[in-house]
């Protein structure tokens, strides 16, 4: 008995070897799509990465503010300012009233970025959860959910208010996705709350970057904007979604 335990213990102990010898000589790329392959959530940020565009930039634009916010929003996506400090200056230019948002939502069409339908899709399959986690606003980002058949449930974003006569207000400052750190403080909740244990954040800005850790890998995307202070904090950088898909297929290969 004694001699049949040691030989467990010792072929334990080489697989252990075994493993952590893979893992090791894996690079910083390898290793996150290996956790992309195996992921059981994935958080996509929205702006310039599910959509072409960015939701705040566009919404300024309809209501004749667009040149003033744009720079704004270049130097909140750059890192140079914290992110609460950029969204309440753009919203204190735009001020958007109930109707403005309405008119908008009839008026601008929904650019998804290519492919990223069809990466949502394939990823639902495999039984991954897939949430939306932004730094925009909620009423913009619900329509392109429904596109993507991703739960409201599963969006994590800031809230506008309102005062009755449908002028705006200010915005909801307890949302998590309104200051700097907030995706990272989504998705720890996300992992305390539904145990996920390979979760993958992919977005454009240095808010995605810095919510890894707690996500368990980081992808930068780059098909709408190259941001390269994200480029470099990126182990894992794509400019097309199709890179993801195949990735995925390479895991099914298997």
Excluded at 52 to 67: N, P, S, T, V, Y
Aim: charged share 25%.
């Amino acid at each position: 008995m004694a001699l049949y335990s040691l030989k467990n213990n010792l072929q334990y102990a080489t697989l252990k070897t075994l493993s952590l010898v893979s893992i090791s000589v894996m690079s910083p790329q390898e290793s996150v799509q290996e956790v992309f392959r195996t992921a059981d959530c994935v958080c996509f940020d929205v702006d310039s990465t599910v959509i072409q565009d960015e939701g705040i930039d566009e919404l300024a634009r309809f209501c004749g503010k667009g040149d003033e916010v744009k720079r704004l929003t270049a130097e909140a996506m750059g890192g140079t300012m914290t992110f609460q400090e950029a969204l309440k200056k753009r919203l204190d230019i735009i001020r958007p009233s109930v109707s403005q948002i309405r008119e908008f939502l009839e008026k601008f069409p929904v650019h998804l970025t290519p492919r990223v339908k069809q990466l949502v899709h394939k990823l639902q399959e495999r039984g991954v959860a897939v949430y939306l986690v932004s730094g925009g606003f909620r009423s913009l980002i619900e329509p392109v959910a429904e596109i993507l058949g991703v739960p409201k449930s599963h969006i994590y974003a800031n809230r506008l208010k309102f005062y009755f006569n449908g002028k705006y207000a200010g915005f909801d400052e307890n949302e998590p996705t309104s200051r700097s750190g907030g995706k990272g403080l989504v998705i720890r909740r996300l992992k305390e709350a539904h145990g996920y244990q390979r979760l993958v954040m992919i977005g454009d800005g240095a808010t995605d970057a810095e919510s890894c850790p707690p996500a368990d890998g980081f992808i930068g995307f780059g098909g709408n904007v190259v941001r390269e202070e994200v480029k470099k904090k990126a182990a894992w950088y794509v400019t097309d979604f199709q890179d993801l898909i195949d990735s995925l297929a390479i895991q099914t290969a298997k």
